[in-house]
């Protein structure tokens, strides 16, 4: 038996280096998912830290809906290459 893969519905948001599944200006503590903390010890500060929290939230959210991310990001990639390659040879 396949265990389903789950995780914290869409869409998610990014603030201060913590990413939740809600906004607003009172956050409510059970809606945190995660937080990216500068590290002197791997050469984060805070401007990287809080660049990866929102990257991480513009990756899932651009990905909602999406049964296999990884496998349709792949199969978009191709189809764009064969595009570009047919316009190349089009315009000889």
Not at 20 to 48: H, M, W
Request: with cysteine; aromatic share 8%; charged share 25%.
């Amino acid at each position: 038996m396949t265990q389903e893969k789950k995780h914290t519905p869409e869409p998610w948001y990014a603030a201060g280096g913590r990413i939740f599944y809600q906004k607003g200006e009172r956050i409510p503590s059970d809606s945190f998912i995660a937080k990216f903390l500068a590290s002197p010890r791997y050469a984060q500060n805070v401007k990287t830290s809080y660049a990866n929290a929102a990257r991480v939230v513009a990756c899932v959210n651009a990905c909602a809906g999406m049964a296999d991310p990884a496998a349709e990001i792949a199969a978009l990639r191709a189809r764009v290459a064969e595009l570009e390659k047919e316009a190349t040879d089009a315009n000889g």
